[in-house]
């Protein structure tokens, strides 16, 4: 993977819109940004990290760090999940085309649902807690696609965290300094 420079990483951020109307380099030049991408949302770790997240928000707002979704659902279909885990507030970005997913300045890797299945670290995720507490649903959106963290100040990538099997657990804290 390239590294995108500060003008293209702009350029991205000016052309994507959160559900509320603001656009991401708006909101990284008003406060520095974890975007988290989501895979879908009857995805056990999909459902994990937003439930993290909702936990650490008080740490993050503490930190002056605003976190915001990508996802791959409709809006309507994102709400209740955000809701259920008292974020529905929190800032979304829909993208059930992933195309920002694809774009060259995040460019997060596709897998075979089916693939997930061989990899033991997932099972262990699974049977450790992901799946009997977030649970886990029918894959409406993009199966294929991965999920990951990018954590942005202004203009810039300062970290990121790409997930390397859908089971990986991000230190969110770590990734923010």
């Not at 439930?51 to 709400?79: I, M």
């Not at 979304?92 to 990899?119: C, G, M, W």
């Not at 409406?140 to 657990?169: C, S, W």
Request: proline residues 6%; glycine residues 8%.
């Amino acid at each position: 993977m390239g590294v995108s420079s500060t003008e293209d990483v702009a350029q991205v951020l000016a052309s994507i819109h959160t559900e509320s109307g603001a656009s991401l380099l708006a909101l990284t030049e008003a406060s520095p940004v974890l975007l988290i991408f989501l895979r879908h949302f009857g995805c056990s770790f999909c459902r994990q990290a937003i439930s993290d997240v909702a936990d650490l928000r008080e740490e993050l707002a503490r930190r002056g760090v605003r976190p915001v979704f990508v996802h791959l659902g409709t809006p309507e279909r994102a709400k209740p999940f955000f809701d259920y885990y008292g974020i529905g507030d929190v800032e979304r970005v829909s993208d059930p085309e992933a195309k920002i997913y694809q774009n060259p300045v995040f460019l997060l890797p596709r897998i075979h649902p089916a693939l997930t299945l061989l990899q033991p670290s997932v099972w262990v995720g699974w049977l450790t807690g992901a799946l009997f507490k977030h649970g886990i649903g029918a894959i409406k959106e993009d199966g294929h696609q991965m999920q990951g963290i990018f954590f942005l100040k202004g203009p810039k990538i300062v970290r990121q965290f790409r997930y390397r099997t859908i089971a990986d657990e991000p230190n969110y804290l770590k990734l923010v300094g």
